[in-house]
């Protein structure tokens, strides 16, 4: 459970070093709080004869857009995190910028998104202390069965 709560406590951390658990829950979250909404917009749309309209109905996309803004600085600071994790600098992650100011690209920006998370979730964490911090998988105070009773609690 810790590993689900702790980007929301720490919502507006950049330092420190975050685990691949915590990142992929929290992706997982995020892009199926997305999809699910978008989900369920095309099929209430369709069930009122508007198939095929990008529009949300209101009272999906104030809650939809509500978790969003809520969920995006604390989604950048895990990204930060899990970068240092993987001991490179969090400005790394101005790379997904980057089709915005060149302009089109080969690689659509969604594309080049999609494809930095999937490896920041799966590149292995540097297995000592290093400049931004020390070991997330053993933090002060909490040992290894600690950890795993948080998981599967």
Avoid: C, Q
Avoid at 4 to 21: A, I, M, N, Q, T
Avoid at 77 to 93: E, K, N, P, Q
Avoid at 110 to 125: D, K, N
């Amino acid at each position: 459970m810790n590993a689900f709560v702790r980007p929301w406590r720490h919502y507006v951390d950049f330092r420190g070093r975050s685990r691949r658990l915590e990142y992929g829950l929290f992706l997982a979250t995020f892009y199926g709080v997305i999809a699910g909404g978008a989900r369920l917009g095309e099929a209430i749309n369709a069930a009122h004869g508007l198939a095929g309209s990008r529009h949300l109905p209101p009272f999906i996309s104030v809650p939809y857009a509500l978790f969003v803004l809520a969920a995006i600085v604390p989604l950048v600071a895990l990204t930060v995190r899990r970068l240092h994790d993987i001991g490179v600098s969090g400005w790394w992650l101005t790379i997904v910028f980057v089709p915005m100011f060149v302009g089109p690209v080969r690689v659509p920006g969604t594309a080049l998104i999609w494809l930095l998370s999937i490896v920041i979730a799966f590149v292995p964490r540097l297995r000592r202390a290093d400049r931004y911090g020390p070991d997330p998988r053993k933090p002060e105070g909490e040992d290894e069965m600690s950890l795993l009773g948080d998981v599967f609690s």
